[in-house]
Nanobody, 125 residues
Framework: QVQLVESGGGLVQPGGSLRLSCAAS????????MGWFRQAPGKEREFVAT????????LYADSVKGRFTISRDNAKSTVDLQMNELKPEDTAVYYC??????????????????WGKGTLVTVSS
């Protein structure tokens, strides 16, 4: 059983930056594909970014490509999401997710098995 705890959310002005972190425990972190998803008020939950076990493969949603960067530290069991050039439409609860994979290069955009409780990001002036 993997536990995921997000941190780093808050209020930021449009054009600003924010860094989200996720700390994992209860499993062998390097065995899991990690991802970030978000859910805006009144909208469906959506994929944001995912990173393979060895960090060699990364995928982003088109809406965040070029602005967000996902990274992981297997030694520290953490995965981060650096968010730059934030827009009001990035306002959402952001969730850290995990799914085990046998392959070190696999990435997933759905079917995540473990979810954190989320952290709220508000982009507003």
């Amino acid at each position: 059983q993997v536990q995921l705890v997000e941190s780093g959310g808050g209020l930021v002005q449009p054009g600003g930056s924010l860094r989200l972190s996720c700390a994992a425990s209860g499993g062998t972190f390097s065995n899991y594909v990690m991802g970030w998803f978000r859910q805006a008020p009144g909208k469906e939950r959506e994929f944001v970014a995912t990173i393979s076990r060895n960090a060699g493969n990364i995928l982003y949603a088109d809406s965040v490509k070029g602005r967000f960067t996902i990274s992981r530290d297997n030694a520290k069991s953490t995965v981060d999401l650096q968010m730059n050039e934030l827009k009001p439409e990035d306002t959402a609860v952001y969730y850290c997710t995990a799914r085990m994979s046998a392959l070190s290069t696999t990435v997933y955009t759905d079917g995540m098995r473990y979810w954190g409780k989320g952290t709220l990001v508000t982009v507003s002036s």
